[in-house]
């Protein structure tokens, strides 16, 4: 097949039940809907069998979280673009298409991201990903349509085809033979960040990263993990992994003295709200990241670095969200 809408599930029976059907009904031609199961042990897989037994299933022996789940999964099918989907996104008809042209027409592109809205409220932007995603200069991602916790409504403001830092997990079109080229999703992540760091390490061998709002779909969002002590921890510790792994020397250097500060008082902020299993998660994150420094440089010495990677933002997007630039055509 040209193109392989690839679908993660653990446990998702309800989100199958509620998105799977218009994945289905607008997915056909060179393209075909594949769902692959991270080990699940609810009916989520006896239930498609059921309910669609025409539909591919790639059946993993237990959760190997995102980064895992994906990887072995996409190494047993052959297509020439993969199309990665959550599990709880809703799609429309057309919505693939425009994501194939750009692959197509442009062959230094090795993602390219639809636009992002939010199943709940769908004139809004959908936190994950909104209109294509960016990296400020201490790490912390944000989105045309996304900073910090400010999400914008869609008003068409940000449907310009254009290149970006990253497009988020939830729905990303890419060449197969990039993803397997640099190694896919780094297992050790296991969820959330991974994305991010693949792209970061694509541009770093010299391809490019685009969204294409043309192509839109609807995420509920938090469908597979909520907020919670578990992501913020995978969170902090999987951002400062990809740091070390992907940024210059000076950036490194700007991020190890600010980041124990700003860190710091996210931490002490939980504390206030009394809610220390989220403080301590930061801390967690921290010491796994000293644990982890033998293996990062490791990994640091085999990213390659054939360009530079472009579309970070310069400054800190804390600081200019705290000075009143809560949206993006302000930041940038």
Known sequence: MKLSVVILNWNGRRHLERYLPSVVEHTSGDAEVIVADNGSTDDSLVWLRLQYPDIRVVQLDRNYGFAGGYNRALREIDSQYYLLLNSDVEVTAGWWQPLVEVLDNE???????????????????????????????????????????????????????????????????????????VGGFDEDFFAHMEEIDLQWRMQLSGWRIKVEPRAKVYHLGGGTLPQSPMKIYLNHRNNLAMLYKCATPLQRMVVAVVRPFTDGAEALAYLLMLQPRKAWAIARAWGRFVAWHKVLARKRKAVVRAKKAEHIYGFSIVLRYLFGARRFKKMM
Not at 132 to 156: A, H, K, N, Q, T
């Open 107 to 181: 062959q230094d592109v090795a993602v390219v991201a639809p636009k992002l809205l939010a199943d709940g409220e769908r004139e809004m932007f959908e936190y994950a990903g909104a209109s294509g995603g960016f990296i400020d200069y201490l790490g912390y991602p944000f989105c045309r349509g996304r900073i910090l916790s400010m999400v914008e409504r869609d008003e068409g403001q940000y449907d310009d085809a254009r290149d970006i830092f990253w497009a988020s997990g939830a729905a990303m079109c890419c060449r197969s033979e990039v993803f397997h080229a």
